[in-house]
């Protein structure tokens, strides 16, 4: 990334988001064709349901499952550019996640009703845990901690840092939410038939997807040189 992390007792949400951006950059060619294909599939299935509720709730718990595990991928990804290791390909990406792949999806079925649920009761509660929360992909893959603990050692890790940890969560998500946004009302400009129209949808979700795993990994880090729990170093 080409400069080191800031060692201080600060967490600042524009160096983060530097990082994340840098990151996004550096490994464009890894994030977007893994992105494009889980998400293509889910597209699909997307046009398959079509207005039926049962099938659309089935897509829906099924795209936050394909999310869950593209997250674990992306972190994966930054892991071993942080460890000096180098980007594994596709394929050993999703290998890598896979003897964490049912504590990952558990963690981020559990952790998108609780913020669901949260944000429904008066905003504040879903904000505060989607703070806590922010880190457990990172936690899961990396450490390899049980479902339980790894909400608990997130809640920690974040400690003491909620406020920009918060700014820096809802700044990328802004901008995720920004991004699919102008693709999907370009793609529903241009489109002419469904099948268009699922691509291009695909398209805006693959552009956003990355950011967010990005944004728990590059947090993850930083809190841990925060915490004195590891070395500052670059996210090469």
Not at 92 to 112: D, H, N, Q, R
Request: hydrophobic content about 60%; aromatic content about 8%; charged content about 15%.
């Amino acid at each position: 990334m080409g400069r080191r992390m800031d060692t201080g007792r600060k967490l600042i949400v524009g160096e983060a988001l530097g990082d994340v951006f840098a990151l996004y950059r550096r490994h464009f060619g890894v994030l977007i064709p893994i992105a494009f294909w889980l998400f293509l599939a889910v597209s699909v299935l997307a046009g398959i349901a079509g207005t039926s509720f049962g099938l659309t709730l089935v897509v829906g718990v099924l795209a936050l499952a394909v999310g869950t595990l593209y997250q674990g991928m992306v972190v994966r990804l930054v892991d071993e550019t942080h460890s000096g290791r180098g980007a594994s390909s596709i394929g050993e990406l999703i290998a890598s996640v896979g003897p964490v792949l049912t504590t990952l999806v558990a963690a981020g079925l559990v952790a998108a009703a609780g913020i669901v649920l949260g944000l429904a009761f008066f905003i504040v509660p879903g904000c505060i845990l989607m703070t806590i929360w922010a880190v457990i992909a990172p936690v899961v893959v990396i450490e390899r901690r049980a479902l339980t603990d790894a909400f608990d050692r997130s809640r920690e890790l974040v400690r003491n840092f909620g406020w920009p940890v918060f700014g820096t969560v809802i700044s990328a998500k802004l901008i995720a939410a920004l991004v699919t946004i102008v693709l999907v009302e370009l793609g529903g400009a241009i489109a002419d038939g469904p099948i268009l129209r699922i691509v291009l949808v695909a398209l805006a979700a693959t552009f956003a997807a990355p950011i967010e795993g990005l944004v728990a990994a590059v947090l993850y880090y930083r809190l841990l040189v925060l915490k004195n729990e590891a070395p500052a170093s670059v996210l090469e």
